[in-house]
């Protein structure tokens, strides 16, 4: 995983915006006063067939309602697509143009099958359960570990465990299992709040992620601060990857333009990799003639033939361009 800066700030990266409500700007002055620099607002799409993925809603309108209290707090407001998915088979509308319109991609998945292709191949960031139930699919360590190697993030929500005793307890017991199974890595908690009275202060789901299986206060921290960077470095990462092509050549056979990019390593005259000052010693070495040694039953050192035949050999050198 890449690495981030040691300075980290405190990341919502799901708030869910009312249609038409007076509560969005206010959400997210709360958000800001808590102390969350950077929150995602989260469009929440279920994939059915002959569906098309909505392009991401307006938020100018919102965030300059209140010009005064997001500027000052240099709250950072990213777009992001939740989709909701049941059977695989519908995946293909997620090449769709206005996916590329979303900051983070997340995913849904409702069925073994979808959950399995979400960890191994889908182009996403963010992989979030509906933990108010029981999870349609084991949460096996060897998908979990395919999600983790491509650098896809896991979400806990914890807004649904406060409204309902029942929805808590599944809650609770699905973040242990994942916490478990990830082995603390790669997860993030989101709140997923409609309302201002459904946020909480960042400390205290620190404090509240001691209860899915966690130990130090750092690894609390990180679910809202390291993790959820990582995750943007991703998304930021997929958006922005690009093809490009490798070829091999002979060092002498270069160009007179491109000789400079291996003018410190090679010899262009010959082609021979050129020796730093820390091998002086060992080319030197290289180059005095070797003598025969006899073994005590009297017959010649068959290694050191070998390495001598092998020296009095030519190769061509090779390097790569792209």
């Not at 690894?219 to 690009?242: F, I, M, P, V, W």
């Not at 068959?302 to 792209?322: D, F, G, I």
Request: proline share 5%; net charge positive; aromatic share 6%.
């Amino acid at each position: 995983m890449p690495k981030v800066r040691k300075k980290s700030y405190f990341h919502d990266l799901r708030l869910k915006l009312l249609e038409d409500s007076a509560h969005n700007g206010q959400l997210l002055v709360t958000a800001s006063e808590f102390g969350y620099r950077c929150v995602g607002v989260d469009h929440e799409f279920k994939l059915e067939k002959k569906s098309q993925v909505p392009r991401p809603r307006d938020l100018s309108a919102v965030i300059n309602g209140y010009p005064g209290n997001m500027q000052a707090a240099g709250v950072r407001v990213l777009k992001r697509l939740t989709v909701i998915v049941e059977e695989p088979s519908l995946l293909h509308v997620m090449t769709s143009p206005a996916v590329s319109e979303y900051d983070v991609i997340a995913v849904q998945p409702n069925s073994e099958r979808t959950f399995q292709q979400a960890c191994s191949t889908m182009p996403i960031d963010i992989i979030t359960m509906d933990m108010t139930q029981q999870l349609p699919y084991n949460l096996r360590r060897q998908q979990i570990g395919q999600a983790i190697e491509r650098g896809i993030t896991f979400e806990i929500c914890y807004t649904p465990a406060l409204l309902d005793p029942t929805a808590r307890r599944y809650t609770f017991s699905n973040a242990l299992d994942l916490i478990h199974t990830c082995k603390g890595k790669n997860v993030v908690v989101s709140s997923g709040a409609q309302r201002p009275m459904e946020l909480r202060a960042p400390y205290d789901i620190a404090n509240l992620c001691h209860l899915f299986g966690l130990k130090g206060g750092g690894e609390c921290k990180d679910l809202l601060t390291t993790n959820c960077q990582l995750t943007l470095l991703h998304a930021e990462t997929r958006r922005g990857s690009g093809k490009g092509i490798v070829t091999s050549c002979i060092v002498k056979e270069l160009e007179s333009s491109e000789q400079w990019q291996i003018a410190d390593a090679f010899d262009l005259t010959t082609g021979a990799r050129l020796h730093h000052s820390n091998s002086d010693e060992s080319t030197s070495d290289d180059s005095k003639p070797m003598r025969k040694r006899k073994h005590p039953d009297g017959g010649a050192d068959q290694r050191a033939k070998k390495k001598s035949q092998q020296s009095s050999h030519k190769h061509e050198v090779y390097c790569t361009k792209t």
